[in-house]
């Protein structure tokens, strides 16, 4: 029998609480947590890190918004790390 993995889709909500069209969290059950800006993938929390798309991770103002909002850190510390290598860069779509 396969095992079919449980995926949960949320909009995410926006910095009053307002949930907002096009940005998705999308938990999926011993992968990690993606975060979708409209039709591409910007990151994904996994059990061994944060990984970014190469493309897409500060593709627009809208789209860093609501990556701050699900790295919960501004653009700056982002960029220290993936300087830093703690984030890894990879192309998710």
Known sequence: ????PNVKVSNMCGPNGNVVKNQ???SINSVGIYFQSYDSIIAIKTPDGIVLDKNYWDYSVTTGRYRNIFLRECKKDTELKIKSGEYKIADLN
């Open 1 to 4: 029998m396969v095992k079919i």
């Open 24 to 26: 998705f969290e999308i």
